[in-house]
């Protein structure tokens, strides 16, 4: 008995003084830590970063930081802490070969939500889909096309590929491809659609409509009437004026030809 007394009594001895200094350390460490990410939290919120992508940030770093408190810790009171490095590194990779597309979508969430090529309000265009930008999450982007349908397109194909912003600048060209025929005169033709257009409230003054001829095709001259308007007016002044110059070139007598052909037939 006084063996194992002896033998504890040196233990505690041993012991006491780094077990004690190891719960200093932790109740300090967490202490500091928890200082660390309020001010990280802020610097977050004054660098305008992305709200959806602040929470996630903290808890990140929180928990890294607590992980490295831990295996200090643990050495300080003489546990072996290669084994357990060894071990987490190999649970980490395991993890990330199980979740390499998801890890891969929200590496590209954060490359979004990070460099902003686009914000929620933007009508965009990315791998065929055009819409409105609903909501941009760590691993997704929901769009909501025109026809109110909703798309869900992975961040890492998003991140990776062209996107086009189609609203980002506050303003859109609407461009509408008028036909006239090669009787008709083209000043006349020009005079009357600058005309309509601007009777259209929708339509933007500054840039002033615009309108050229594109081409001498086939049937017909063809003109583009390149008038500006909000990203929200886009397919009201599209649609709008589409049918408001027909009805002005009708009542002008400009004539709007369709595709002929002519056939002559030989008798032998």
């Not at 504890?8 to 041993?14: G, K, Q, R």
């Not at 200094?21 to 460490?29: P, Q």
């Not at 990070?114 to 982007?141: A, L």
């Not at 303003?171 to 491809?177: G, L, M, P, V």
Request: hydrophobic share 50%.
């Amino acid at each position: 008995m006084e063996v194992y007394l002896s033998k504890l009594l040196d233990l505690t001895i041993e012991y006491a003084p780094k077990l004690a200094l190891a719960i200093i350390t932790l109740i300090f460490g967490l202490w500091i830590i928890a200082i660390i990410i309020n001010l990280f939290e802020k610097t977050l919120i004054a660098s305008k970063v992305d709200k959806t992508l602040i929470p996630f940030l903290k808890s990140l770093t929180s928990w890294g930081l607590k992980i490295l408190l831990f295996i200090s810790v643990a050495s300080m009171i003489g546990i072996a802490t290669t084994s357990f490095v060894a071990v987490l590194g190999a649970a980490g990779l395991a993890i990330g070969l199980a979740l390499q597309g998801s890890l891969s979508n929200f590496a590209g969430g954060v490359l979004l939500l990070v460099f902003k090529p686009y914000k929620v309000g933007d009508v965009i265009e990315s791998q065929g889909f055009r819409g409105k930008v609903e909501e941009i999450q760590i691993f997704n982007t929901i769009l909501v096309t025109f026809q109110n349908r909703t798309i869900i397109i992975p961040n890492s194909v998003v991140s990776s590929n062209s996107i086009v912003n189609i609203s980002g600048r506050g303003t859109i060209r609407a461009d509408i491809e008028i036909g006239i025929s090669y009787s008709s005169n083209i000043d006349k033709a020009k005079e009357v659609i600058l005309s309509t257009v601007a009777k259209n409230e929708k339509v933007l003054k500054n840039p002033a409509c615009e309108v050229g001829v594109k081409a001498l095709a086939d049937s017909s001259v063809n003109l583009l009437v390149m008038p500006w308007c909000k990203p929200e007016d886009y397919w009201e002044v599209f649609f709008g004026l589409t049918e408001d110059i027909k009805k002005a070139l009708d009542a002008n007598e400009i004539t709007i030809p369709f595709p002929q052909r002519d056939v002559h037939i030989i008798n032998s």
